[in-house]
């Protein structure tokens, strides 16, 4: 090997696909939302933002049914998600994952 061929390489100290893996068994079971409590309680802690989001489909003359679900399950997804990534981070930081 030449040595202008050779490189150095880092040694890779990401430990974001195991806090994604992690986050996407947790979404699977403990943290998914479609389970009832789960979106329930996505839905009763949304931001203000999201709050107004769903009252300016609430309000339309003809609501959007399809438009109102996508919203109301993209809230308790991103809830959810939420705590599912400080649960794998936690994880990590307790060596679980290793």
Same mark, same amino acid.
């Given at each position: ?38 979106? &329930? %309680?996505? =839905?009763?802690?949304? !931001? +203000?933002? $999201?709050? #107004? /989001? &769903? %009252?300016? =489909?609430?309000?339309? !003359? +003809?609501? $959007?049914? #399809? /438009? ?9 997804? $991103? ?20």
């Amino acid at each position: 090997m030449f040595t202008k061929e050779r490189y150095y390489e880092p040694e890779d100290n990401d430990d974001s696909d195991r806090i994604d893996e992690r986050v996407s068994e947790l979404m699977k079971d403990e943290y998914n939302p479609t389970q009832y409590s789960n979106f &329930v %309680e996505g =839905i009763s802690e949304a !931001s +203000e933002k $999201d709050r #107004e /989001a &769903v %009252e300016l =489909i609430l309000q339309q !003359s +003809e609501i $959007d049914y #399809e /438009a109102l679900g996508r919203k109301l399950f993209c809230m308790a997804y $991103d809830y959810m998600e939420g705590y599912a990534n400080s649960h794998a981070e936690a994880n990590l930081s307790s060596g679980y994952l290793d």
